[in-house]
């Protein structure tokens, strides 16, 4: 796998904070924020490239139980999660403009050095113009990647669970 020199330096904080908490008991891997409007499309398409690759994700679609409250599930949900990743599609841009769940997330998630923005059918400068905040950071496009591919790529960031100090240190040494 080929990681951008920019990527490489967006992540290697993430992957710092990964590697600290990979110690805490009963976190899932990935916090997947995304528009409500994708959660059929391109969020499900994006949770299940990272199942695959036997990530767990925290995804509103399956972890909500009927009848509890959303806003308290999120939060719990983002406690217990090593990253967060959202998922910038044109929807995503067109709810940050007003007051949304995903805005509540966001903000939560912009707090902490375990976020990681992945751009779909959209560009970083338009993010900018709509969230100066999350587009100060770098993340991963699927305009240069496959779903697929960046499904890979956040796979291998959060795996840490197996990897001795050794692989850590090559990983690094590799570019990642």
């Not at 796998?1 to 990964?18: C, D, F, G, I, K």
């Not at 994708?38 to 399956?62: I, M």
């Amino acid at each position: 796998m080929w990681y951008t020199p920019a990527e490489v330096r967006s992540l290697e904080p993430v992957r710092r904070n990964v590697e600290i908490r990979a110690t805490v008991p009963d976190l899932r891997d990935i916090f997947l924020c995304h528009a409500w409007d994708d959660r059929e499309s391109a969020a499900k398409e994006l949770h299940d490239q990272l199942e695959t690759r036997g990530v767990s994700v925290w995804f509103s679609e399956k972890d909500v139980p009927l009848g509890m409250s959303l806003l308290r599930e999120i939060d719990k949900g983002l406690a217990k999660s090593r990253v967060g990743i959202v998922l910038v599609t044109p929807n995503f841009l067109r709810r940050i403009k007003g007051e949304s769940i995903a805005d509540k997330e966001l903000s939560a998630l912009l707090a902490r050095e375990q976020l990681v923005p992945i751009v779909h059918g959209t560009t970083f400068e338009a993010l900018r113009d709509e969230s100066p905040l999350l587009g100060s950071r770098s993340g991963l496009s699927t305009e240069e990647d496959t779903m697929a591919e960046v499904a890979a790529k956040l796979a291998e960031l959060v795996n840490v669970r197996d990897a001795s100090e050794t692989d850590i240190a090559a990983r690094r040494q590799n570019g990642y």
